[in-house]
C-alpha cells in the first residue's frame, strides 16, 4: 500500500504545483458563480432562486468541460514520463508496473477532486446563502468527479501506448469531440433521418456507448423529478438507474485494468 501512496503524493503534487489546474480551477469557478447568479435571478429577483435551473445549467458547463479535463490531466501521465526518460528510471525501483498505474491514478483523481471543489466552492456558498440545499450542490460535486474520472481513466489507458505526447493530445481532444459534442448531434440527426421511428430499446443501448451521456442521465434520475425527464422528451427512452450504475462501473474499471495489462508489458 505505501508503494501505491508514494506514487500518489508524487503525481498529485506534480501537477498542483501545474499553474494550468490553478487557472482551471479558478476559470471553472468564474463560469460556476455566473450560472448560479443567474440562477438566481431566474425569476426577476436575485434571492428567489430557481435551484432547478441553477443546477441543470452547472450540469451542462459540467459536461462540456469537466471530460476534457480529464482528458487533458491523464493522457500524458505516462507518457510525460516516457519521452522525460523518467519512465525507466521509476520502473527501476522495487515498485510493480501495477502499483505504478493505480497510484498515478489516485493521484490524479484527487487532482481532479481538488480542481472541482475549488471551482464549485463558492458557487455553493452563493446559492446556500439565498436558501438552497447543500444536497444537490454535494450530488454535483461527486458525479462531476465521477465524470471526469471516467474520462481520466480513458486517457491514461491510452497514455500507456508508444506514441508521442502530441499525438496522444490530438487523439484525446479528438475523443472529447466525439463523445462530448458530435455525439448529441449525430443522435438528433438518427432520429431524423429515421423520422423518430426508432425503438426505445435502440435508442437505450445506443447511450451505453458513451458515458458522458449515461452519467448526465443518471445525475437526471437522481437529481431532479420527472418532470425534467418528460420537458427533455426522453420518456421510456433512459435505462433506469442500476443499469446506469453498472454500465459507468464497468466505463471506470475496464480503461484502468486495460492500462494496467499494457503497462504490465514495459
Given at each position: 500500500m505505501q508503494q501505491y501512496l508514494e506514487v500518489a503524493k508524487k503525481e498529485f503534487l506534480d501537477h498542483i504545483r501545474n499553474g494550468w489546474v490553478i487557472a482551471i480551477a479558478i476559470s471553472f469557478m468564474v463560469f460556476a458563480c455566473i450560472i448560479t447568479l443567474a440562477g438566481l435571478g431566474f425569476t426577476g429577483e436575485v434571492g428567489v432562486g430557481d435551484n432547478k435551473t441553477t443546477l441543470m445549467s452547472l450540469s451542462s458547463l459540467v459536461f462540456y468541460l469537466v471530460p476534457l479535463?480529464?482528458?487533458?490531466?491523464?493522457?500524458?501521465?505516462?507518457?510525460g514520463e516516457r519521452e522525460r526518460g523518467t519512465l525507466d528510471l521509476l520502473l527501476s525501483y522495487p515498485i510493480s508496473t501495477h502499483q505504478i498505474i493505480v497510484g498515478k491514478w489516485i493521484g490524479l483523481v484527487c487532482v481532479l477532486f481538488v480542481t472541482l471543489f475549488l471551482g464549485l466552492i463558492v458557487p455553493t456558498i452563493i446559492?446556500?446563502?439565498?436558501?438552497?440545499t447543500i444536497g444537490q450542490w454535494f450530488a454535483l460535486l461527486m458525479m462531476s468527479t465521477w465524470l471526469g474520472l471516467?474520462?481520466?481513466?480513458?486517457?491514461?489507458?491510452?497514455?500507456?501506448y508508444p506514441w508521442e505526447r502530441a499525438k496522444l493530445l490530438g487523439i484525446s481532444i479528438g475523443?472529447?469531440?466525439v463523445l462530448v459534442i458530435l455525439f448529441d448531434v449525430g443522435f438528433i440527426g438518427l432520429l431524423v433521418a429515421t423520422s423518430g421511428e426508432l425503438s426505445n430499446t435502440i435508442v437505450e443501448n445506443i447511450f451505453y456507448i458513451n458515458p458522458a451521456s449515461l452519467l448526465r442521465f443518471l445525475m437526471i434520475q437522481t437529481m431532479f423529478d420527472q418532470s425534467v425527464i418528460n420537458e427533455l422528451g426522453l420518456q421510456g427512452s433512459i435505462p433506469g438507474v442500476f443499469s446506469l450504475l453498472i454500465a459507468l462501473l464497468i466505463w471506470s474499471a475496464l480503461p484502468l485494468v486495460l492500462a494496467a495489462r499494457k503497462m504490465s508489458r514495459y
Open positions: 479535463l480529464g482528458l487533458l490531466l491523464g493522457y500524458d501521465s505516462i507518457a446559492g446556500l446563502s439565498f436558501g438552497q471516467i474520462f481520466l481513466t480513458l486517457a491514461l489507458w491510452l497514455s500507456t475523443l472529447w469531440l
